[in-house]
């Protein structure tokens, strides 16, 4: 259902202080994020770590490296598509992106989906062996040596390896994916006052929700991590660049329409 007829409390608005009734919107908003985010997570938390002891085997990372270039991006390509498509789907569901014009709802996809997917990566992420859980099993970065791009892998390890240490909650993921997602800043806008709105209503759900949790030091932590979101996507749409230069038919008939699509 549609919540957007929540705003932000305005005091000069708010003569006869509403502030109760303000709060309830802003619980219904996080519910809201929380719950599409729950339902569009590919796996629940709590199966996870069930499957930590499934890691892949020296032939099994063998067959992977033997893999020429394009096969092993096609097959990340496709992997990562099916990640985006849930993430698409999530942000379908937060209150206001659909009351977006379609120009904006695909500008943001484009500049987001990938971010959003690499922060859920932290929650299929093992430290103790920094492994991602991928195609089944939990994989070291040297299952992704044929990419070619072991740069953009360590980054992005790293990067995962750095969520982790944050500990953050569901609910607080799912509020942060839901500002990284919906960011007024965004080339190729319609709109910005309207994205900015509804920007406005998440950025106060998740300093909602961190206050509830004792942990406000946390905003400023995850604005340095969409910092280093964005250096990261730049780098996978510089290394996409990369190789669709180098193989251009993979590229053109091989990789999903979708990813084609929000990054090509
Ligand atoms: C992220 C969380 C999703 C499930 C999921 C599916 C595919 C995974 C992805 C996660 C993390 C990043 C990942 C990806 C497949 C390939 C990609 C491991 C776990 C790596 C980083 C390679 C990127 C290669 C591109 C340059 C093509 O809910």
């Known amino acids: 259902h549609d919540l957007m007829g929540i705003h932000p ?31 569009t997570s590919q796996y629940r938390v709590e199966e996870l770590p069930a499957l930590r002891w499934k890691v892949f085997g020296r032939e099994e990372i063998q067959a992977y490296q033997s893999k020429s270039v394009d096969e092993m991006w096609q097959h990340c390509a496709i992997r990562l598509t099916d990640a985006v ?33 690499l922060v859920r990566m932290s929650r299929f992420f093992n430290t103790e062996n920094s492994t991602v859980f991928f195609d089944g099993k939990f994989a070291g970065t040297e299952v992704f040596k044929s990419l070619a791009c072991s740069d953009l892998i360590t980054a992005v390890f790293d990067f995962a390896h750095g969520m982790c240490a ?34 406005r209503n998440v950025e106060l759900g998740l300093t909602h929700i961190l206050q509830r949790d004792n942990q406000e030091s946390l905003m400023q932590k995850l604005y340095q991590r969409m910092a280093v979101l964005r250096s990261l996507c730049s780098l996978h749409m510089e290394k996409l660049r990369w190789f669709s230069q180098r193989y251009p038919l993979t590229a053109h008939s091989l990789f999903p329409p979708l990813y084609k699509e929000l990054f090509a």
């Not at 000069?12 to 719950?35: G, T």
């Not at 698409?88 to 990938?114: W, Y």
């Not at 500990?167 to 006052?193: H, M, W, Y």
């Open 166 to 199: 944050l500990k953050l909650t569901e609910q607080q993921i799912a509020l942060f994916s839901a500002l990284v997602l919906i960011n007024a800043d965004r080339p190729c806008l319609e709109d910005r006052g309207r994205v900015q709105r509804v920007q």
């Open 85 to 117: 498509q849930y993430v698409v789907e999530f942000a379908k569901h937060i209150p206001g992106f659909r009351m977006l014009s379609q120009n904006d709802q695909i500008a943001l996809l484009k500049t987001g989906s990938m971010e959003v997917v």
């Open 9 to 39: 409390y305005n005091a000069l608005e708010d003569p006869y202080s509403l502030y109760p009734h303000s709060l309830r919107n802003i619980d219904e908003l996080c519910a809201s994020i929380v719950r599409s985010h729950r339902e």
